[in-house]
């Protein structure tokens, strides 16, 4: 009967656990870019107060000396929010803090939307963005970067004793091709379907134990190797939600079923060469089948795609597609993480 054993150089596993770290570390970079505000200032009156409120009868939280920089938050007539790097915040007068232009901006802005409002015609809000494209379509270059080993051991009769063989299977990190296309079907959601196919071939490595023909427990060692391939291929179904950055900037997030189908080739049976005395053996041949097997699993993944023209760019996807597939030898990995690039289309 087989034994299987089966471990993986690099774990599938290890590529969510990268993305939860960064949406982990995404609310922190949030909280450092809104940070910044307004941008910075300083003082130019030769001290200036800090105010728990947008008002001088409210206590003071520290007293500013002339230069001193100052981060703005938002704006409020003749008054700023702030904080320092010392951890302090609260109001300040307008008119300590050197102008810039941000500040402002922000005060005019603010002023119309004051204005608006008091007449009854607040100002409409901000439209989403959408993307304008209908269809996109992408051809690129993939690495698929997980790879696999595991081993095999059959038994089978000779010579009043039984007789084993070992093949050990190496599946390395291989380069394939990958294309798809998405189709908008209502604001900046998509359907889509994507391909991809990777192949590895690869000698596998045969140890055998043969039992001697005239010695009862007295087995001899052999070794040789036979050629192998390793094939998969996967249709991709996804849905997508598309982000266009700006004009020329576009990303776009999916997900769906994925279904593989992975061939596999697998050593079933050993020839050797004896003579007598039957001291030594010698491997001569091996029998391998290549067994297919289909797979139903998931996908996720992000494709970033730069615009030269309206119509034409570059870009590049990672997609996360893993899965478990049994043949005669065990169940194996197939999929894991891919990365590619190449060309964009939209339309």
């Known amino acids: ?19 939860v770290v960064i949406a982990c570390a995404l609310p922190g970079w949030a909280a450092a870019a809104a940070a910044q505000g307004l941008g910075t200032s300083r003082v130019a009156s030769v001290t200036a107060t800090i105010y728990a409120r947008c008002d001088p009868a409210s206590p003071a939280r520290t007293v500013l000396e002339r230069g001193a920089a100052v981060t703005i938050d938002g704006v409020n007539e003749g008054w700023v929010t702030v904080h320092v790097a010392g951890g302090e915040q609260g109001c300040m007068r307008r008119a300590d803090l ?29 439209k989403q963005a959408f993307a304008a494209e209908h269809v996109i379509v992408s051809v690129n270059a993939s690495y698929l970067s997980a790879s696999h080993t595991f081993d095999d051991t059959r038994t089978f009769d000779a010579n009043a004793e039984q007789a084993s ?28 379907g994507a391909f991809t196919s990777h192949k590895d071939d690869r000698d596998l490595v045969i140890e055998a134990s043969i039992p001697h023909p005239l010695l009862f427990n007295h087995p001899r060692s052999i070794a040789g190797t036979a050629p192998g391939t390793r094939e998969e291929t996967a249709f991709h179904l996804e849905v997508a939600w598309i982000v266009p950055v700006n004009r020329k900037l576009q990303v776009v997030v999916f997900g769906g079923p994925t279904f593989f189908t992975v061939k596999q080739s697998v050593v079933t049976a050993i020839a050797y060469d004896e003579q007598y005395p039957y001291d ?5 041949s091996a029998d391998v089948d290549v067994e297919e097997e289909q797979k139903t699993g998931f996908n996720v993944g992000a494709d970033v795609g730069y615009y030269f023209t309206k119509n034409i760019g570059v870009g590049g996807i990672i997609r996360f597609a893993p899965a478990k597939v049994t043949f005669s030898l065990g169940e194996v990995d197939a999929g894991g993480a891919m990365f590619g690039g190449g060309l964009r289309l939209r339309f």
């Open 1 to 19: 009967m087989p034994r299987p054993t089966l471990f993986g150089r690099v774990r599938p596993g290890s590529v969510p656990l990268a993305l």
């Open 98 to 126: 050197e102008p810039t232009p941000a500040v402002d901006r922000a005060i005019e802005a603010k002023r119309a939307r004051d204005l608006a409002y008091a007449r009854g015609t607040p100002p409409p809000r901000a």
């Open 165 to 192: 063989f070992t093949t050990d299977y190496d599946v390395e990190a291989r380069v394939g091709v990958d294309a798809g296309a998405f189709v908008r079907v209502w604001r900046n959601l998509a359907v889509g």
């Open 280 to 284: 030594t053996a010698t491997f001569k």
